[in-house]
């Protein structure tokens, strides 16, 4: 008897990281969370599902909306300062973090949330239309839906528009590698430094996410950024901060630019205060003591945490007012002007002027 394999609807792609149980059962193995799923069944993410007995993803060419943001909005703050980037994100999420900023994106379980669609070609050709040098895969994480930032990726990169990551690691070691293959920077969330955090608040596991920064780190040549949302009572200690900022000094080096940003209360923690400014300003002492030269503060109003120094000289190569760079004292082959230090990061000659817009765009309706 042959077995009858009906077509995938046009969103849905057949993926790769899974594997066939028994009992009609797949197992997804792109991420740590090893979803173990019956005919039918979504995954932890609800994009990646068994249809037919392969694990699909839902949400192909389609999308919760399109924006044109500040670089400095994922932050980055060593990649292109000043430029528009083309944002966007699908629906869910592979982890469950009490205190998501995006959860009526990342939590999603309503496909009305993608209103819009892009193929990889009409993305691309956009990001050029719109004068953006690069593309950000945001607001809910892009691993989840690798196969179609994947292909946007390898579009973007034949037109010489650059890819972002914004992500919080927290994926298998194969797909990894097939993943930030294709990408030229990544903001990673390191939400916390012990397993009760992630375990208790995001519903995961902090080990794998400290696999992915130290891949991308020693193996890739991807610009990587991280970011933690200090929330207070939970990952704002003293000791934490000391020993999360000792590992990324000792891992990763004293030039991986870190964020420390401001939670505000949100999702499932609406009870839990605004985090006070002076705990930012603690933060970054605390980092920098430990040897980290790129420390910054975001989600709040302050020049000094977002300005960048010259690690040699202490001279501000890159001042910023929000998302707005106020000053500039970098050469053309990124040296600090004052001693001539070289600043990590990638630059190309002059800032770009986009300031702190932030305008929506549509590509597509389905």
């Known amino acids: 008897m042959q077995l ?7 969103d849905h792609v057949e993926t790769q990281y899974w594997e066939a149980l028994p009992n009609g059962r797949v197992q997804c ?10 005919e039918g069944q979504r995954g932890a ?3 990646r599902m068994n249809r037919g007995g392969r694990v699909a993803l839902t949400t192909y060419g389609r999308s919760s909306g399109f924006c044109v943001d500040p670089i400095e909005k994922k932050p980055l703050n060593h990649f292109l300062p000043g430029t528009s980037v083309l944002s966007f994100g699908t629906a869910g999420c592979n982890l ?9 994106i990342s939590r999603s379980r309503e496909m009305d949330t993608l209103a819009d669609s892009a193929s990889p070609d009409a993305l691309a050709d956009a990001a050029v239309r719109l004068g953006c040098p690069s593309v950000a895969f945001t607001y809910n994480d892009p691993v989840i839906f690798m196969e179609y930032a994947i292909d946007i990726a390898r579009t973007c990169r034949a037109r ?4 972002v990551a914004v992500t919080a690691g927290y994926i298998c070691e194969e797909p990894r590698r097939e993943f930030f293959a294709h990408m030229d920077a990544a903001n990673v969330d390191l939400k916390g430094f012990t397993e009760s955090f992630y ?3 995001c519903g995961a596991q902090l080990a794998p996410v400290l696999e992915t920064l130290i ?3 020693r193996e890739t040549r991807v610009w990587l950024e991280l970011t933690t949302l200090l929330i207070p009572d939970e990952n704002d200690s003293d000791d934490e901060l000391d020993a999360m900022t000792k590992w990324v000094y000792r891992e990763l080096g004293p030039d991986v630019p870190h964020h420390f940003t401001a939670f505000h209360p949100d999702y499932k923690m609406l009870d839990v205060p605004a985090t006070p400014p002076e705990t930012l300003a603690r933060a970054r002492e605390i980092a920098m003591g430990n040897g980290l030269r790129f420390v910054y503060t975001g989600n709040v109003r302050d020049e000094v945490g977002g300005s960048t120094y010259c690690p040699g000289c202490g001279a501000r190569v890159i001042g910023r007012d929000g998302y707005t760079i106020t000053d500039w004292a970098l050469t053309d082959d990124s040296r600090c002007v004052s001693c001539r230090r070289p600043i ?3 630059f190309e000659g002059e800032p770009g002027r986009w300031g702190g817009r932030r305008m929506a765009v549509r590509l597509g309706r389905q």
Do not use: S
């Open 4 to 10: 009858e394999v009906k077509a995938l609807p046009l």
């Open 29 to 38: 193995n792109l991420c740590p969370n090893h979803c173990r799923m019956t």
């Open 45 to 47: 993410c609800f994009v």
């Open 96 to 104: 469950a973090c009490r205190f998501c900023q995006n959860w009526d």
């Open 160 to 163: 010489g528009i650059r890819t």
């Open 199 to 201: 375990q208790k608040l």
């Open 215 to 217: 891949y991308l780190k």
């Open 344 to 346: 990590p990061g990638v």
